[in-house]
């Protein structure tokens, strides 16, 4: 009966041992998620030479860098095509989309584009520069997949990032940060991210 009774007790303290390392292993091997900043935005002023667009309105243009970042050491981060929006106020002004790529493991890549704004957004746009109160939110959504040590992760189809600039009256990015970090734009993006191996 006490031989019994001490297999048993031999039995747990295995079967917890083992279980305190798998927690200690997804701990230590559980990606964490890309970081994206907006590094720097540019609406040009408007030219007054330039010919009016076919409703009347003129069209202006703004200019952006991307930083996108790979936290992880043991972590290899597939995108898939990134939808980029720029908004001012409720209005879109400007879109662009990214072709899917893969970052590498603790890698950092740079995005640039010159996107035209669309002509109806365009004179808010310019009156709220002239007035320094100007604001675009940048809104960024991909689906990514991580692959570690061999093992790929499912695939999270709805990673959306988001974030506010403020620009001053020469059109950049005012104040002193001069990066902004887009962050998830709700609780439930981050509660549906947090588990990556499912």
Same mark, same amino acid.
């Given at each position: 009966?006490?031989?019994?009774?001490?297999?048993?007790?031999?039995?747990?303290?295995?079967?917890?041992?083992?279980?305190?390392?798998?927690?200690?292993?997804?701990?230590?091997?559980?990606?964490?998620?890309?970081?994206?900043?907006?590094?720097?935005?540019?609406?040009?002023?408007?030219?007054?030479?330039?010919?009016?667009?076919?409703?009347?309105?003129?069209?202006?243009?703004?200019?952006?860098?991307?930083?996108?970042?790979?936290?992880?050491?043991?972590?290899?981060?597939?995108?898939?095509?990134?939808?980029?929006?720029?908004?001012?106020?409720?209005?879109?002004?400007?879109?662009?989309?990214?072709?899917?790529?893969?970052?590498?493991?603790?890698?950092?890549?740079?995005?640039?584009?010159?996107?035209?704004?669309?002509?109806?957004?365009?004179?808010?746009?310019?009156?709220?520069?002239?007035?320094?109160?100007?604001? !675009?939110?940048?809104?960024?959504?991909? +689906?990514?997949?991580? *692959?570690?040590? @061999?093992? =790929?992760? %499912?695939?999270?189809?709805? /990673?959306? !990032?988001?974030?506010?600039?403020?620009? +001053?009256?020469?059109? *950049?990015?005012? @104040?002193? =940060?001069? %990066?902004?970090?887009?962050? /998830?734009?709700?609780?439930?993006?981050?509660?549906?991210?947090?588990?990556?191996?499912?």
């Amino acid at each position: 009966m006490c031989e019994t009774k001490n297999f048993y007790l031999w039995l747990l303290q295995i079967v917890s041992l083992l279980g305190l390392l798998v927690l200690c292993l997804w701990l230590g091997l559980r990606p964490q998620n890309p970081t994206v900043a907006v590094v720097e935005i540019s609406v040009p002023p408007i030219d007054n030479s330039s010919s009016p667009a076919a409703d009347g309105k003129q069209n202006g243009s703004l200019a952006y860098n991307l930083e996108i970042k790979n936290p992880n050491k043991d972590s290899i981060i597939w995108f898939d095509v990134i939808s980029l929006r720029f908004f001012h106020g409720q209005d879109t002004a400007a879109t662009d989309r990214i072709s899917s790529f893969k970052l590498r493991k603790d890698a950092t890549q740079y995005r640039a584009n010159h996107l035209d704004v669309d002509g109806r957004v365009w004179k808010a746009l310019r009156n709220a520069l002239s007035n320094a109160t100007a604001e !675009l939110k940048v809104e960024f959504l991909t +689906g990514i997949r991580f *692959k570690t040590i @061999g093992i =790929k992760s %499912k695939h999270h189809k709805n /990673h959306k !990032l988001e974030g506010k600039v403020k620009l +001053g009256k020469d059109g *950049k990015i005012s @104040g002193k =940060k001069k %990066k902004i970090k887009l962050k /998830h734009s709700s609780k439930k993006w981050r509660i549906k991210l947090g588990s990556h191996f499912n």
